[in-house]
């Protein structure tokens, strides 16, 4: 990559980290019911998440699926500290099949991924850590239909702005 292309990316990175953290940061000021919050901020940070791959490359679209949850951590989102892995693998996942193409498969397949991987990992950490059943069933539930609504509402409204905007860059 030349320069210019390292620095635009680098730029597009930030700025996709920049949108999203302050997406989490909303739950902070705004009293917004908790499916509301859930359903905006969600799409927010996949719309940002699917941005930084196509924008700047995986490299830095992982280096957002890492800093998001941490963030999210220590904004008191997320309950227990190995929960930032999982939900960085399923950033991670989401974005590398984003990575492949895009084709409106791989819009399908990318939030159902994520999802099951979500799903998957926290039933294993809630294991793992003796979770109790009723917290460990909640919080199984929130990464499962939710995170695969938000995160499909994210890459649609991705792959439309996209497409709106290299449309508008070729006029």
Do not use: E
């Not at 830095?60 to 904004?75: D, E, R, S, T």
């Not at 819009?107 to 799903?119: E, G, S």
């Amino acid at each position: 990559m030349t320069d210019p292309q390292h620095n635009r990316a680098l730029v597009r990175a930030a700025l996709c980290l920049a949108v999203a953290s302050i997406a989490q940061g909303i739950r902070l000021l705004l009293p917004l019911p908790p499916v509301a919050s859930m359903l905006l901020i969600g799409t927010v940070v996949n719309l940002c998440l699917s941005f930084a791959v196509w924008g700047s490359g995986l490299l830095y679209a992982g280096i957002l699926c890492l800093l998001l949850p941490l963030f999210a951590f220590m904004q008191g989102h997320l309950p227990i500290l190995p929960m930032i892995a999982v939900v960085f693998l399923g950033n991670l996942v989401f974005c590398i099949v984003l990575k492949q193409k895009k084709r409106w498969k791989h819009f399908v397949f990318a939030p159902l991924l994520k999802a099951v991987t979500l799903w998957a990992c926290t039933g294993i950490v809630c294991n793992l850590f003796h979770v109790p059943q009723k917290a460990a069933y909640m919080l199984q539930i929130s990464m499962g239909i939710p995170q695969w609504t938000t995160a499909l509402l994210g890459v649609l409204a991705a792959a439309l702005l996209w497409k709106r905007l290299q449309h508008a860059r070729s006029v």
